[in-house]
């Protein structure tokens, strides 16, 4: 089992930064993939970014490559996403997960564990 809460969200104007948090309960921790998503008003949940369980490989959806950064330390139990240069399209409520296969990283179904979420709002 493994808990998840996220944190650092906010309002922010166009062209700022927010660093998102995300904290795990477990000792199990290190051995997930984690992702983050996001769900803005009236869409689908979509994949933002994943990271191995040892931090050596990362991944970004095209929308977010080049402005955000996915990292973990796991003696902290911690995940983290940097989002730089923002936009009002980044506007959603962000959440991570954890998946236990280390692959198929952009599907939601992949992950078992979710965060409340928290939320972003970039204005213009």
């Known amino acids: 089992q493994v808990q998840l809460v996220e944190s650092g969200g906010g309002l922010v104007q166009a062209g700022g930064s927010l660093r998102l948090s995300c904290a795990a309960s477990g000792r199990t921790f290190s051995t997930y993939m984690m992702g983050w998503f996001r769900r803005a008003p009236g869409k689908e949940r979509e994949y933002v970014a994943a990271i191995t369980w040892g931090g050596g490989s990362t991944y970004y959806a095209d929308s977010v490559k080049g402005r955000f950064t996915i990292s973990r330390d796991n003696a902290k139990n911690t995940v983290y996403l940097q989002m730089n240069s923002l936009e009002p399209e980044d506007t959603a409520v962000y959440s991570c997960?954890?998946?236990?296969?280390?692959?198929?990283?952009?599907?939601?179904?992949?992950?078992?564990?979710w965060g409340q979420g928290t939320q972003v709002t970039v204005s213009s």
């Open positions: 997960g954890a998946n236990p296969r280390d692959n198929y990283y952009w599907r939601e179904s992949a992950y078992d564990y």
